[in-house]
């Protein structure tokens, strides 16, 4: 990729994983299977009340009430991702287990469970989960992937020192991890805003009273018709993403180029941080991350278990087991499963829904390509100034909760729901894009002007190859929160329904079974358009036009 080779994973470079798995799907059959049967008895009556008329606490409560979601989501996000890598490492069976249950989990859009964690956890923990779900297979996903990228001298080294297998995590494997887990992160933080808010409405439309949280007061707002307070809202919540993302985000990129192994960016490309700035000039905060470094590395210096040795390859197993006949099994226990739940009925209904679903995504899709490969065009020939102020507006506009502008298209009927999944998801195409044309080597750009190409010869003989990894990367990483907006978007456009608006009212009515198998469908979807489509091509364009 020419622009920003972070931008896709790293297992996406290697074309033998590119089909989809029978493991994968034999997980997400037998996991569906097995919840159905787990809730088939389960009932669950949605609380006849009216949603409260006014927010329980004031404005300014409520958005501590949203901090603290926030804070505790990243607390579990950063515990839940550590616990599963060290295991992972330390346990190989364990992550052989893991790494296809990751695909599964990665494809499952988080607000879906909201319904299904309602009956087990207390209104905070549904909260936290929900908005920490999808970033936990973010960054555990890029701590495995960092790990293909150690140096096998280090890893020389690390045998020759007899490190534990705690101490190589702590001391080798997560340093060389913390820029592609950073910058991981910081591209799921849009995410999990927009979770945040989302459960904090829809824990709030199912429990019928305010939960807390900036979320809750805006759903409240919007259903009792009272403006200012869905306004005070958004605009409260815009303010406190905009901080943590001057005070958090951004330090911490600034502060994870230390950990690159091919050194720190140049002033120039590194984006900078005043929070980061001040916190090193002050002797006492800088003192104080001394001593937490020290800290840590005092832990990671313990020598917990056994010392690694370079371990022979775990045989395969010895009964050769045809590769169809897993995902067949799995297949026919989801079908009991359904039948047994009573959900037979409705099942090509649900089956119709998902077609309009899938169109609703590729149309997004779609849209995004259109408008941003014009627009590449245009930012050939802009200015610096052009280009640094337009890099800036988008990285705001990704920054900004989607969900907050789509009240305004309740009352248009004739608006697709894939305008609304446009709306938040072509941010991340348009950064991914504006990085390209940054990264077009100057001889390239002095080719061009000399040969006087301009119009469709010059989109189609310099742009359109220099931009297309990263378009289609940018369309790849677009896709994640697309599903995870589907729900609300539809139940916001009356024109049409579809998967998302399906589960939504399943929601609504307690219908627990039919959320899971709907759940289910939104996940395979998501993990086909992504193994059959958005990964072979982002795949085939890096591969075929990226600028070495």
Known sequence: MTGSPLAMPIRVMHRWRQRMSGIELSILFAGTALCLFLVKKAVW???SVVLPERPAVPVWQEL???LLHAFLALITVVAVSLALAGLSRQFPRFRRLLVPALSVARSIPGLGLVGLLALALPPVAVIVSVAAFNMIWRVLTAILDAEETLLPELNEVATGLHMTGWQHFWRLQMPVAIPLVTFRASQAMPGLWFRLLCVEGLATLLIRHDVGGLGAQALIGLETHHAFWFLAAGSLAVLLILIVDQCLTRPMMGW?????LDGPQSQKNRGRSWVLQFWRESAILNGASVGLHRLIGGIGNWRVGRVRRHMPA???VSVPVPDWLVPLASLILLGLAVAKSHLTDRLPYDLLESLLTLSHVCGALVLCGMLWLPLALFFFD???RVFRFARLFVLGGALFPAVLLYPLFRKFEIIPAAVLLFVGAHWLTGGTVLDAMQA?????????RGLRLKGVLLWKRLILPAVAPDLCGGLLLAAVPIWDAVMIAEAFVPSDTGLGATLLADML??????QVVVLMLLTLLSMLLDRLVLQPLAVHAAQKYAIQ
């Open 45 to 47: 009556v949605p609380a």
């Open 64 to 66: 501590l009430f949203t």
């Open 256 to 260: 994870a180029q230390r950990y690159r």
């Open 314 to 316: 775990l045989s395969s």
């Open 382 to 384: 802009a200015s610096e």
């Open 440 to 448: 077009i080597p100057g001889p390239f750009r002095q080719v061009a």
């Open 509 to 514: 009515q307690g219908q627990i079974a039919a």
